[in-house]
């Protein structure tokens, strides 16, 4: 006698079914005796436990990636920690020193109008740029966690309005603004308008030459060029935005100092600012998705690339 089995699926059960064929005398077979056996809740069981399994490693899997993704952001958190308490200890702390200076000596000289209207001079410069700087640090820190949402921006129609508030510095340095063919792409306005001001402005206030050219040009990201900025995702497209001006550049050495907070590379009584655009400008293209890298060199001028997500 010889036994056959097999799993079967009939009217949404499953059954287990036995055959065992019946043979004469002669060898011949003569009939077939069939048992079978209801299975359907061991399969489904089996079923869902493969499901449920299946379902806590896809748990799992994108608990891991939340919590890399905290992780990521737990060290940008503590890496601008560690700039404000920069700023704190020393750029907050100048001015505030210089007004305590002039103030103990404008005591002693209340008498003398001519060196009392100095000390004035300098106390309120002081506390004029304290301010900028408090005000440019509060800016900086509302970056993190802007609840605006992505809507399409021609960025065009962005460099329009920037140049239209900058008309007046453009016209006294005589400079010349070229752009060709930017890209439209989702992001925050008000935040993109920030970026190309403080670009502008970073242009214009380091331009060095009888007649400055500022030039804005876009090109589409190649896959190889995604693949070498790790924080970028390979399966998205990308768009290339260069911002360059014919300015006093930087030694390339000094690419990625530039945008961290309050770090100059100039001569702040020659360049005024609070040194916080840049910074601005890195935290704004972050916050879009995409990178910005900088290339100079002394006398040349500077490029800023912007890679956007599109």
Known sequence: MITYQRDMFLHNAYYNAVYEPVADEQGNITHIIVMTQDITDLVRARQLAQSSAEELERAVTERTEELRQSNVQLTKSNHELEQFAYIASHDLQEPLRKIQVFSELLKDHLEDKTIADKYFEKIHESARRMSSLIRDVLHYSRLSNSPEQLVSVDLNKTLQHVT????????????????SGLPVIQGIPSQLQQLFAN??????????????????????????????????????????????????????QYAEQIFVIFQRLNDKQRYKGTGIGLALCKKIVENHGGVIIARGAPGEGAVFEMIFPV
């Open 164 to 179: 239209s508030d900058f008309d007046l510095l453009i016209e006294q340095k005589k400079a010349v603004v070229r752009q």
């Open 199 to 252: 670009l502008l402005n970073n242009a214009l206030k380091f331009a060095d030459k009888e007649q400055p050219v500022i030039s804005l040009r876009s090109m589409p990201v190649t896959a190889g060029e995604v693949a070498l900025y790790p924080q970028l995702d390979a399966a998205r497209n990308y768009v290339k935005v260069m911002f360059a001006d014919n300015g006093i550049g930087f030694e390339q």
